[in-house]
C-alpha cells in the first residue's frame, strides 16, 4: 500500500513540478544559433575579402551553424506540443526559427562561390560583411540583453558599391538588343557577369533576411520586458 502511494506522488511530483517547458530553453538556442549563424557567414565572405578559403574551417563552421539551426527547430517542434498556456511568444519564436533557416541555406548558397577558384573584385565585399554582419551582431545584442550601439545602427545602413555589376549588365542588354551575341559576346564574360549577379542577389538575400530577424528579436524583447507601470 505504501508503495502504491509512493508511486502515485511520484507520478504526481514529476507531472506538476519537474516538467521543463521548451519556452525556457528558446532564448539560449536562439542565442547558441544567430552566433553560429554569423560565424558561418564570416566564415564564407572570407573568400571574398581575403582571397583565400579555408575549406575545412568552412566546415566545421557549417557544421556548428546546422546543429545549432537543427537543436532550435526541434525545440520549437516540442514547444507546439507543449501546454498552450506554456507556448510563450509561440509566433515570435517560429518567426526566428524560419529567419535562421533562410540565413543558413543563403550562406550555403554563398559557399558556392567562396569554394571556387575564380575572382569576384568587382563584388564590394567589405561593405556586404559590415552591412550584414551589423544586422547579425545588432541581433546577439538583443538576445543577450545589450544596447545596440550606434556604429552598429550605421554600418547596417552602407550602401555596397556594386555599380560596376549594373553597367555590365546594362552592356549585355545592349549587345542582345543589337543581335551581335555570337560575334563579340565572349562566353567566359557571360558566365562570370551571370555569377556576379548571383553573388549580389544573394548577399542582398542575406542582409534583407537578418534586418527581419533583428526586427523579429525587438518584437520578442518587447513583449518580454514589462511595461512599466503608469504615473
Known amino acids: 500500500f505504501d508503495t502504491a502511494i509512493a508511486g502515485i506522488i511520484a507520478f504526481a511530483v514529476s507531472y506538476i513540478v519537474l516538467p521543463v517547458w521548451e519556452h525556457t530553453q528558446n532564448l539560449d538556442l536562439m542565442k547558441k544559433s544567430a552566433a553560429d549563424n554569423l560565424i558561418y557567414f564570416q566564415s564564407v565572405i572570407s573568400k571574398f575579402l581575403q582571397g583565400n578559403f579555408d575549406l575545412e574551417d568552412y ?19 516540442r514547444m507546439i506540443s507543449d501546454p498552450k498556456n506554456q507556448q510563450k511568444k509561440l509566433e515570435v519564436v517560429h518567426q526566428f526559427v524560419a529567419t535562421s533557416h533562410l540565413i543558413t541555406a543563403y550562406t550555403a548558397s554563398l559557399s558556392q562561390y567562396s569554394k571556387s577558384n575564380e575572382e569576384y573584385p568587382e563584388i564590394d565585399a567589405e561593405s556586404w560583411s559590415r552591412k550584414i554582419e551589423a544586422e547579425m551582431q545588432q541581433t546577439s545584442a538583443l538576445l543577450n540583453g545589450n544596447d545596440i550601439n550606434e556604429t552598429l545602427k550605421m554600418e547596417s545602413r552602407l550602401e555596397p558599391e556594386d555599380s560596376s555589376i549594373e553597367d555590365m549588365l546594362l552592356k549585355r542588354k545592349t549587345e542582345i538588343e543589337e543581335n551581335d551575341i555570337v560575334d563579340r559576346r565572349d562566353p567566359d564574360k557571360i558566365s562570370h557577369l551571370t555569377e556576379l549577379k548571383n553573388i ?19 518584437k520578442y524583447k518587447n513583449e518580454t520586458e514589462p511595461t512599466p507601470p503608469q504615473s
Open 200 to 218: 549580389h542577389d544573394i548577399l542582398e538575400l542575406i542582409y534583407d533576411v537578418a534586418k527581419e530577424q533583428r526586427k523579429v528579436i525587438e
Open 59 to 77: 566546415k566545421v563552421k557549417r557544421k556548428n551553424a546546422i546543429i545549432s539551426l537543427a537543436n532550435l527547430s526541434d525545440n520549437f517542434q
